[in-house]
T-cell receptor, first 117, second 115 residues
Framework: GAVVSQHPSWVICKSGTSVKIECRSL??????MFWYRQFPKQSLMLMAT?????????EQGVEKDKFLINHASLTLSTLTVTSAHPEDSSFYIC?????????????FGPGTRLLVL | AQTVTQSQPEMSVQEAETVTLSCTYD???????LFWYKQPPSRQMILVIR??????QNATENRFSVNFQKAAKSFSLKISDSQLGDAAMYFC????????????FGAGTRLTVKP
């Protein structure tokens, strides 16, 4: 199998606080993980690529100081939304391809719904 | 830049019938992967089917099959014997072989299955 988990599944926070979202590959190792953002009734937008042991790669327009990414191990990547504001409210999804074989397919986590008040 | 277009925002099918979801893409690459993902109300993205561009044979997975037309850059998904559980958003996605970071998604098609 290829199971990816995310924690928390949903979070409500006050404006100005920071929120950390974890993405874990449960039964495989992932040297790379991807973070997406999805607005209601819209498609997935790639925010950044998380690389184990090195800096994350951010897509154009995504603030790296706002969305801190740390790929601490071969099974864990975290996304921290710093000084969150209401406009950061969204659905955040991570994905990972398996290291080694079957790198072509990305396996997705269940997503984290963030609401900033 | 590669783009993925799903021209049908919404589709509807009667239970047990067949439905085809359209997807076209634009690329200058000759080697790439195409995917269909399903996103049910739970919002968990689930891989439905995958196609390698170098393979001429259309991929199939049980009731799901694709019609891959490389020259036309078309990648439609056919769902046979539709079931109520097939109701979801369906996203077509493209990824060049050389770059796992460059996965592009279409806007999605919302499929409704009528009992």
């Amino acid at each position: 199998g290829a199971v990816v988990s995310q924690h928390p599944s949903w979070v409500i926070c006050k404006s100005g606080t920071s929120v950390k979202i974890e993405c874990r590959s449960l039964d495989f190792q992932a040297t790379t993980m991807f973070w997406y953002r999805q607005f209601p009734k819209q498609s997935l937008m790639l925010m950044a690529t998380s690389n184990e042991g090195s800096k994350a790669t951010y897509e154009q327009g995504v603030e790296k100081d706002k969305f801190l990414i740390n790929h601490a191990s071969l099974t864990l990547s975290t996304l921290t939304v710093t000084s969150a504001h209401p406009e950061d409210s969204s659905f955040y999804i991570c994905s990972a391809p398996k290291a080694g074989i079957d790198q072509e397919t990305q396996y997705f986590g269940p997503g984290t719904r963030l609401l900033v008040l | 830049a590669q783009t993925v277009t799903q021209s049908q925002p919404e589709m509807s099918v009667q239970e047990a019938e067949t439905v085809t979801l359209s997807c076209t893409y634009d690329t200058s690459e000759s080697d790439y992967y195409l995917f269909w993902y399903k996103q049910p109300p739970s919002r968990q993205m689930i891989l439905v089917i995958r196609q390698e561009a170098y393979k001429q044979q259309n991929a199939t997975e049980n009731r799901f099959s694709v019609n891959f037309q490389k020259a036309a850059k078309s990648f439609s998904l056919k769902i046979s014997d539709s079931q109520l559980g097939d109701a979801a958003m369906y996203f077509c996605a493209y990824r060049p072989t050389y770059n796992n970071n460059d996965m592009r998604f279409g806007a999605g098609t919302r499929l409704t299955v009528k009992p």
